[in-house]
């Protein structure tokens, strides 16, 4: 069996997503209209195959919802240069805690981010 690698992957959302939904506006007070919103996640699949999870609203086996819904709704494409430059790692807890790093480090940049 070929052995989990988790890795970080980066969506644009558009825009509107900070005029209307006002969870994303309070998390990003430091966005200033100039760069993109975005979303960063984890994932033990492509992030081709995740970003089309999460744009069609897929569902698991038993039911639950695994897509989030800003990215069903706001999200445009994958932006690959901003997550290729970080290794796949073995774990899911690495993976949470690179996940969280590149949101922070996004919204140093004045990005207006989004992560779970």
Known sequence: MPKVTYQVYVIELNKKVFTLNSKFREANPQFNGVLECLYVGMT???????FIEHKTGYRNKKGHKLSANIVQ???????????????????????????EGLALDLRRQRYAVWYN
């Open 44 to 50: 033990s699949k492509t992030p081709k195959e995740r």
């Open 73 to 99: 709704k706001y999200g445009t494409y994958l932006r690959p240069s901003l997550y290729n430059h970080i290794e796949p790692v073995n774990t899911r807890a690495e993976a949470l805690k690179l996940e």
